[in-house]
């Protein structure tokens, strides 16, 4: 049975979170003293009021979280603070935003995607722009994840909680209370976005647009203060920064913790998934370098500087931009199109298949290889020399079927609305890997996605969601036995 009275709670408590979450951006709002003051103020009273109803209803619950309870909360947690996200923009009518463009690009920032629905973001006053960036850092290490961390009182079912929410096949502990975990990661990613706000505003941003660029640098989200992204600046060092800490953010954070709260590096360089995400982006980098170099004329420095951020931003799932892809020759949308595929690492704020379930297909298939040679033979697969039993293999190739299946089924629905193939396809491969550009001329990396049919946001609305919670967390509640009496 569905523990009702508690999803009310605990969905009452993240509310209490967001209403919290809004007062930064009205202060915002206030130091700029503009007109969407007032849009924050009614979205606080309307989320902590529905906050407390919710609260009302499930006071009187226990915290006995069961494991369907924390799918069907965790997939209503991101609804839900991405449907009252939503307010400041629908309350003060600026761009005049539309319900399912306001929820489009409240998903696009919660599950960190970074696609948007405005052609020139600058139009946007501070406390709006702060608050769309900020969703983006929220939604960084998950909202759920957030709420382990500020809220120890649901320690009962926090586990089960974190394993709907976490990414990856295989899940590491910090601490054995997981809200310490939480914490502790936390802090990590914090401490991250603090030096990156240094270092831009070192290198000459202003103290606003070094918030919010180190927000959604360290979150690899996308969203930025300016409709031409890093472009704007038109600065190699702020294009090396916006590089570094978009790959560190990238890498797992348990790892990162390891290497330098703990002084052991070493654990980096041990990870087979470490070496393969470095592997790819010096591949990746290379290759896309040399084209840039032999077709386009760049000079070395700039064919570098250009081909390893637009790498680094694509397989981290990022999505800023200093330089048009869309302009760079046809060869360098597959492999950047690869790199969406495949994403970071498990463990990071990045999204796509990630690292270490293409390192697991790799090793798979190489052993079905020399299985072919050798019938009889014992064929371990092994990451860092942990051996992966069989039933994650067979869930890591149901979760890569339905990841593909999802992204042509949707590739194909739009293509039959008339977008182009390219865009489609890569629309898709975007909203599923919580991306956030794509490949084409249509809807390019630079540009908005506003001329989307509405459906067709809807959809790739549900497909970022679907995609930030790792498929099954979501589809489960879709499936009758969800829903059957045990």
Avoid at 47 to 73: C, E
Avoid at 161 to 184: M, N
Avoid at 374 to 398: C, E, Q, W, Y
Wanted: glycine share 8%; proline share 3%; net charge positive.
């Amino acid at each position: 049975m569905i523990n009702v009275r508690l999803i009310f709670k605990v969905l009452g408590s993240l509310l209490f979170v967001e209403s919290t979450l809004f007062l930064w951006s009205l202060i915002i709002s206030f130091i700029y003293g503009e007109d969407d003051v007032f849009a924050f103020l009614i979205s606080i009273v309307l989320t902590m009021f529905v906050g407390f109803v919710f609260r009302f209803i499930g006071r009187k619950a226990d915290n006995n979280l069961g494991r369907r309870d924390a799918y069907l909360v965790v997939t209503l947690a991101w609804t839900l603070f991405s449907a009252f996200g939503c307010l400041p923009f629908l309350i003060s009518g600026f761009g005049d935003i539309s319900v399912t463009d306001a929820f489009f690009e409240m998903m696009s920032g919660f599950t960190t995607t970074g696609a948007t629905i405005f052609d020139k973001v600058e139009i946007l006053p501070h406390g709006l722009m702060f608050w769309r960036t900020s969703t983006q850092w929220i939604g960084g290490l998950g909202i759920a994840f957030f709420t382990l961390a500020l809220l120890p009182s649901l320690t009962g079912g926090n586990t089960k909680v974190f394993s709907a929410e976490a990414t990856g096949p295989i899940k590491t502990k910090l601490h054995p209370r997981l809200s310490s975990s939480a914490r502790t990661i936390w802090l990590v990613y914090v401490i991250l976005t603090i030096a990156c706000l240094l270092c831009y505003n070192i290198a000459g941003m202003n103290l606003f647009d070094s918030l919010n660029y180190a927000m959604t640098s360290t979150a690899t989200g996308g969203f930025s203060t300016h409709s031409d992204s890093t472009e704007y600046f038109n600065s190699p060092a702020m294009d090396y920064i916006t590089t570094v800490f978009c790959f560190l953010s990238s890498v797992n954070f348990t790892l990162l913790y390891m290497a330098v709260v703990r002084r052991e590096p070493y654990r980096l360089f041990r990870s087979s998934e470490f070496r393969f995400f470095c592997s790819m982006v010096l591949i990746c980098t290379a290759f896309i370098m040399s084209v840039l170099v032999i077709n386009k004329n760049y000079g070395i420095e700039h064919a570098f500087r250009s081909a390893l951020f637009q790498v680094v931003s694509f397989i981290s799932t990022t999505g800023l931009f200093n330089d048009n892809a869309a302009q760079w020759p046809h060869v360098t949308w597959v492999v950047l199109a690869v790199c969406m595929f495949v994403g970071g690492m498990a463990g990071s704020t990045s999204g796509g298949f990630k690292c270490i379930r293409a390192n697991m297909v790799a090793k798979i298939t190489r052993n079905e290889f020399k299985r072919i040679l050798h019938p009889s033979a014992v064929l371990p697969i092994k990451i860092d020399g942990t051996n992966i039993p069989m039933d994650k293999r067979v869930t890591l190739f149901a979760f890569f079927s339905i990841y593909v299946i999802m992204i042509l089924v949707s590739a194909f629905i739009m293509i039959a609305a008339g977008v182009d193939n390219t865009n489609a396809i890569t629309i898709a491969l975007s909203s599923m890997g919580n991306v956030g550009p794509t490949l084409g001329t249509e809807i390019g990396p630079t540009m908005s996605w506003a001329e989307l049919p509405t459906f067709a946001k809807w959809m790739c609305s549900f497909l970022m969601l679907v995609g930030r919670l790792e498929i099954f967390t979501v589809l489960v509640i879709f499936t009758p036995g969800f829903w059957k009496k045990v």
